[in-house]
């Protein structure tokens, strides 16, 4: 029954491997998120689609890519892994754009650990 | 770019103590919103308090909202050993996402 959910939990890969990150949400909300937190906990935005759309893009390397084959469905693919990706990788939802104020609902973390 | 700096970073208190949390951030809001993460989980929402609200309440919490100061707080009265976590204040800005604090780190000993 959990609303977003996110495979694999722990990931752990050498430098310039490729990886994806797989995430789904069945709270049926049209928007979907990826965040990154650091080892400091900062937790910052990486992409939001809205309905399998791209509508924010933080300044993230070209290497990441999410993939968003339906609205319930958001996946992140990094290529050439690097030390310093080397984080947890949060997927959310929420019902609408977060300028409406709509709660976000998290998934419990992907742990990427890159050596 | 990072909106809301919360203080203090940690906080360590007694159970039954009320424990309260601050957030500062920087330009013009829509909301608030407060969320707890536990050790190795995802966050979780706790409380949003809109810009046009001064006050909130939601069982043992308590959240403010000073537009004028641009801050917040968080407060958690009676304090319970299970509200050991972080805790972030995450502000939401027309056309962005929701941007998230560095969060404060509650522990709370019986």
């Known amino acids: 029954d959990t609303a977003v959910s996110q495979t694999p939990k722990y990931l752990v890969t050498q430098m310039g491997n490729d990886k994806s990150i797989k995430c789904e949400q069945n709270l049926g909300h049209d928007t979907m998120y990826w965040y990154k937190q650091d080892s400091k906990k900062f937790l910052k935005i990486m992409f939001s689609y809205n309905n399998k759309e791209l509508i924010i893009n933080e300044t993230v390397p070209n290497r990441f890519s999410p993939k968003s084959p339906d609205k319930a469905h958001l996946n992140l693919h990094i290529n050439s892994l690097e030390l310093g990706d080397s984080a947890v990788y949060f997927c959310a939802s929420s019902e609408r754009s977060e300028s409406a104020g709509n709660t976000i609902y998290f998934g419990e973390g992907s742990w990427l650990t890159v050596v | 770019s990072q909106q809301g700096e919360e203080d203090p970073q940690a906080l360590s208190i007694q159970e039954g103590e009320n424990a309260t949390m601050n957030c500062s951030y920087k330009?013009?809001?829509?909301?608030l919103q407060w969320y707890r993460q536990n050790s190795g989980r995802g966050l979780v929402h706790l409380i949003l308090?809109?810009?046009?609200?001064r006050e909130k309440h939601s069982g043992r919490l308590r959240v403010t909202l000073d537009t004028s100061k641009k801050s917040s707080s968080l407060l958690i009265t009676a304090s319970r050993a299970a509200d050991t976590a972080s805790y972030f204040c995450a502000t939401d800005q027309a056309g962005t996402a929701l941007i998230f604090g560095k969060g404060t780190t509650l522990s709370v000993s019986s």
């Open positions: 308090i809109r810009s046009n609200e």
């Open positions: 330009t013009s809001i829509n909301n």
